[in-house]
């Protein structure tokens, strides 16, 4: 038994080196990660208090820019720029909502766009979009990320009387 005893020491000790498995380093573990994450979508789009109960993730995205969309045309067809610009019937806007809710607007013209003044055009867009209700910005991994998207904002020509 005392002869055994050490065998089986030795035995135990030497068993071990089958058992141990190759642990990858964090650095490797991050890569991978980051490799498998697609950084083109995110888990929950922006969205405003009327489409929050839609649970349907496509449902929700299109509500949230109809209603961007309608708020945005409400509120540059309030102004004189359809009748300085009968020409321009539709402005693409970029929008973009940032993690602390708050968002900015750019106007995205043509390359062609010389027949109108996008500076003047720019300074009433900038004038005219403020004071939007509440937005939850877009969800990536359970954190609140910056998304942009660009819109298509119909202006509706005054009655002119």
């Known amino acids: 038994m ?11 000790f030497s068993s071990c080196q089958y058992f141990e498995k190759q642990v990858p380093s964090e650095k ?3 890569q991978k990660e980051l490799k498998s994450i697609n950084w083109k979508e ?11 109960k839609i ?17 945005i045309e409400e509120k540059l067809n309030v102004d004189t720029l359809s009748i300085l610009y009968p020409e321009l019937d539709t402005i693409e806007v970029k929008v973009t909502v940032f ?23 720019d300074s009433i867009l900038h ?3 403020v004071d939007f209700p509440k937005i939850n910005p877009a ?9 942009q ?12 009387k």
């Not at 005392?2 to 135990?12: A, D, M």
């Not at 998207?149 to 002119?160: E, G, Q, R, S, T």
């Open 127 to 129: 004038a005219r979009l």
């Open 42 to 52: 995110v888990d929950e789009y922006p969205s405003v208090p009327e489409c929050d």
């Open 2 to 12: 005392k002869q055994f005893f050490p065998f089986f020491i030795c035995i135990l």
């Open 149 to 160: 998207f660009i819109l298509p904002v119909i202006l509706k020509a005054k009655d002119k």
């Open 99 to 121: 993690p602390n809710a708050t968002m900015k607007f750019e106007p995205q013209f043509r390359k062609d766009s010389v027949a109108y003044d996008t500076i003047k055009i």
């Open 55 to 71: 649970t349907d993730k496509a449902v929700r995205q299109q509500c949230f820019f109809e209603v961007m969309s309608n708020l």
């Open 139 to 147: 969800i990536k991994r359970g954190v609140p990320v910056k998304t």
């Open 28 to 30: 490797e573990l991050l």
